[in-house]
């Protein structure tokens, strides 16, 4: 567990459920869950919090055991449509509250926004707010209001490893979150993380995994597949060294598989 800034627990990994839909997405849920997660992350734009209300419903864990995100996404942003956009988003999930609301992207209207989602977690339909994809410049603009956001969920991978931005975030009492954290597979091969997985016989996924909480970073994987969702589960019982976390260090390249939040057109 990590201790977010208003005083919430979040579980340090979660589970994403991007580009998944519902009945797939459901059974990836149910899946995660049984493997042991208690932290799902989903959005309205994903077009599937419908099959993940299904599946925390059949699942039968205690909503109290559980950590629900979701999100606010750009039009609603513009159209200054907080409210209706999380009610509905309540209403697919089949919940009374959410545990953590985020404003999905700097679109226009965010500093608006944010001031909405401050209203609306006083009312008690959101345990905890913030952001996802803000830079730190983005962040400076929320001071005015006085609350600082609890997470920002950001891309980061070891090709995309943010130290700059997460060192930024922790001075101000910000939780990163990691979407994207295996940099959706494409460094499954890598000879670098394969080597180090040998070593304490595991995955370049639970590697990778490990690495971001060892960075003190939440992290999001992402799968259908039950087995891979189980084994990204098992990265609690291991530590990387010193070294291994500084080779993995030396693999930063900046490189994105998601948009740039300084050039992003949606």
Not at 2 to 25: A, C, H, R, W
Not at 49 to 68: Q, Y
Not at 151 to 165: G, S, T
Not at 207 to 222: E, F, I, S, T, Y
Request: proline share 4%; with cysteine; aromatic share 8%.
């Amino acid at each position: 567990m990590m201790i977010l800034n208003d005083g919430n627990q979040i579980p340090s990994l979660g589970f994403g459920t991007y580009l998944s839909k519902d009945e797939e997405v459901k059974q990836a849920v149910l899946a995660a869950l049984k493997a042991g997660y208690r932290h799902i992350d989903t959005a309205m734009i994903y077009e599937n919090e419908a099959g993940v209300g299904e599946a925390i419903k059949e699942s039968g864990v205690p909503r109290e055991e559980l950590f629900i995100t979701t999100k606010l996404w750009n039009e609603d942003i513009r159209k200054e449509n907080a409210e209706e956009a999380l009610k509905l988003s309540l209403k697919k999930l089949q919940l009374d509250y959410i545990d953590l609301y985020l404003i999905h992207w700097p679109a226009k209207g965010y500093v608006k926004a944010w001031n909405q989602l401050i209203e609306l977690q006083k009312s008690g339909l959101i345990k905890s707010i913030g952001v996802s994809n803000f830079n730190p410049h983005h962040l400076k603009d929320l001071e005015e209001s006085g609350v600082v956001p609890a997470i920002n969920q950001v891309e980061i991978h070891p090709k995309l490893q943010q130290a700059d931005l997460i060192a930024y975030c922790k001075e101000r009492g910000i939780q990163v979150q990691a979407w994207g954290p295996l940099m959706q597979a494409a460094l499954f091969q890598d000879e670098t993380l394969k080597a180090i997985g040998e070593k304490y016989n595991k995955s370049t996924a639970q590697v990778m995994l490990r690495w971001h909480l060892q960075r003190g970073v939440n992290a999001l994987p992402k799968s259908v597949t039950p087995s891979r969702i189980e084994a990204n589960y098992q990265i609690f019982d291991f530590e990387l060294s010193k070294e291994d976390m500084n080779q993995i260090a030396e693999m930063n390249e900046g490189k994105r598989v998601g948009p740039d939040p300084e050039t992003f057109d949606f």
